[in-house]
């Protein structure tokens, strides 16, 4: 497993942009898949992107296509989520997540074995 610290959360009106970042440590990071997943109240936690262990695959949820960008960078561990264009219903929790395993999906949660406690991302209208 790897230790995930995610920051960049905060109060944001429609339309506008955050980005949050992912430090991961504990161990090879280059080595893991990453995802960023969200769950807002009363709600199960979704799939919003991820990223494959080169930077190389990216893959968005419908809902955030075209607004959300996932990158990283190795070298210092760390994996962005650029949003922009934000909305109302992109309120939630936001967590990062690492998985160790090439072969899982990069779509469902239980792919993955590390995840950080959360950022608080909140449009308002």
């Known amino acids: 497993q790897v230790q995930l610290v995610e920051s960049g959360g905060g109060l944001v009106q429609a339309g506008g942009s955050l980005r949050l970042s992912c430090v991961a440590s504990?161990?090879?990071?280059?080595?893991?898949?990453m995802g960023w997943f969200r769950q807002a109240p009363g709600k199960e936690r979704e799939f919003v992107s991820a990223i494959s262990w080169s930077g190389g695959n990216t893959y968005y949820a419908d809902s955030v296509k075209g607004r959300f960008t996932i990158s990283r960078d190795n070298a210092k561990n760390t994996v962005y989520l650029q949003m922009n264009s934000l909305k109302p219903e992109d309120t939630a929790l936001y967590y990062c997540?690492?998985?160790?395993?090439?072969?899982?999906?990069?779509?469902?949660?239980?792919?993955?074995?590390?995840w950080g406690q959360g950022t608080q991302v909140t449009v308002s209208s």
């Open positions: 997540a690492a998985d160790s395993d090439y072969r899982g999906s990069y779509y469902w949660s239980g792919s993955y074995d590390s």
């Open positions: 504990g161990r090879t990071f280059s080595a893991f898949k």
